[in-house]
Nanobody, 124 residues
Framework: VQLQASGGGLVQAGGSLRLSCAAS????????AAWFRQAPGKEREFVAG????????YYADSVKGRFTISRDNAKNTVYLQMNSLKPEDTAVYYC??????????????????WGQGTQVTVSS
């Protein structure tokens, strides 16, 4: 199983980025997907999650209304569209998958597979 995250970079406050995470080696359409992030000196935190079908999504309060998670099961890819970025969004962003139907969990221990992370830096 491989998860390849991409799309990070340096952007000014107020700008936008779109992260992608391409999965291989598993039946992607049967997995709940999520994005987490870890800022320097902080614990990794949940950002957004999406059900296997894409019908349900859930967001951390800190990104609600600014970030949108989506997926394309035909392309085995999950996305995170990030708008109105703030300096406090600076972090390494990770995609994660957990198998089986069910709720979107915010605890990282619930996820079985992880991408390598992509750096997002928002300048003020």
């Amino acid at each position: 199983v491989q998860l390849q995250a991409s799309g990070g970079g340096l952007v000014q406050a107020g700008g936008s980025l779109r992260l992608s995470c391409a999965a291989s080696g598993l039946t992607f359409s049967t997995y709940t997907a999520a994005w987490f992030r870890q800022a320097p000196g902080k614990e990794r935190e949940f950002v957004a999650g999406i059900s296997w079908s894409g019908a349900s999504t859930y967001y951390a309060d800190s990104v609600k209304g600014r970030f949108t998670i989506s997926r394309d099961n035909a392309k085995n890819t999950v996305y995170l569209q990030m708008n109105s970025l703030k300096p406090e969004d600076t972090a390494v962003y990770y995609c994660a998958l957990r198998g089986g139907a069910g709720d979107i969990y915010t605890r990282e221990g619930r996820y079985s597979y992880w991408g390598q992370g992509t750096q997002v830096t928002v300048s003020s």
